[in-house]
T-cell receptor, first 114, second 114 residues
Framework: EAQVTQNPRYLITVTGKKLTVTCSQN?????MSWYRQDPGLGLRQIYY???????DKGDVPEGYKVSRKEKRNFPLILESPSPNQTSLYFC?????????????FGPGTRLTVT | DQQVKQNSPSLSVQEGRISILNCDYT??????FLWYKKYPAEGPTFLIS?????DKNEDGRFTVFLNKSAKHLSLHIVPSQPGDSAVYFC?????????????FGSGTRLSIRP
């Protein structure tokens, strides 16, 4: 089944404790990205990647890191999480890096930072 | 400044009636518009799209209307069914730009009551 998977689905952590949210897609998509969803703000892009070893900042990159060492994986790293990073996170991928393509989203990771 | 606005955070419609979800945009360069649907504990999924060369696109019970002069689009669901209860995100872009330039609205939570 073609899909985007994320792990963990739920995470509660404390301020400053490094964490990684994994993301993997099995559709051989070139484009991958991370979004966060917050009430009243919709989906905001954190980082995106056009292909292996090519990553760039989205609209809200502060406090996050990403890497794209393999085509299928795009982990999101929070080196020192803070409470304002409490949010619902979505990984996404698309066959095309152009905006006309369909974006496929993962199921989401709900992160709480205390 | 939000380039894509969904001014109604929520909407309640009786089963069998028409649901109309609205979306406004400010960037005249946008020429490709999408609607995504999101159920709780799942990621958004693509629902329907429209290019600016059209003013209407229909897919079963779902129709999207585009009014370029008013920079407004709407999603009509007829007839509304209980399974349509979800959050709907409007999105817009220049379809030949990068997928990273897709802008999402804040979402409208649609509830279909019996």
């Amino acid at each position: 089944e073609a899909q985007v998977t994320q792990n963990p689905r739920y995470l509660i952590t404390v301020t400053g404790k490094k964490l990684t949210v994994t993301c993997s897609q099995n559709m051989n998509h070139e484009y991958m990205s991370w979004y966060r969803q917050d009430p009243g703000l919709g989906l905001r892009q954190i980082y995106y990647s056009m292909n292996v070893e090519v990553t760039d900042k989205g609209d809200v990159p502060e406090g996050y890191k990403v890497s794209r060492k393999e085509k299928r994986n795009f982990p999101l790293i929070l080196e020192s999480p803070s409470p304002n990073q409490t949010s619902l996170y979505f990984c996404a991928s698309s066959l095309s890096a152009l905006a006309g393509g369909t974006i496929y989203f993962g199921p989401g990771t709900r992160l709480t930072v205390t | 400044d939000q380039q894509v606005k969904q001014n109604s955070p929520s909407l309640s419609v009786q089963e069998g009636r028409i649901s109309i979800l609205n979306c406004d945009y400010t960037n005249s360069m946008f020429d490709y518009f999408l609607w995504y649907k999101k159920y709780p504990a799942e990621g958004p999924t693509f629902l329907i799209s429209i290019s600016s060369i059209k003013d209407k696109n229909e897919d079963g019970r779902f129709t999207v209307f585009l009014n370029k002069s008013a920079k407004h689009l709407s999603l009509h669901i007829v007839p509304s069914q209980p399974g349509d209860s979800a959050v709907y995100f409007c999105a817009a872009s220049d379809q030949y730009s990068s997928a990273s330039k897709i802008i999402f609205g804040s979402g409208t939570r649609l509830s279909i009551r019996p």
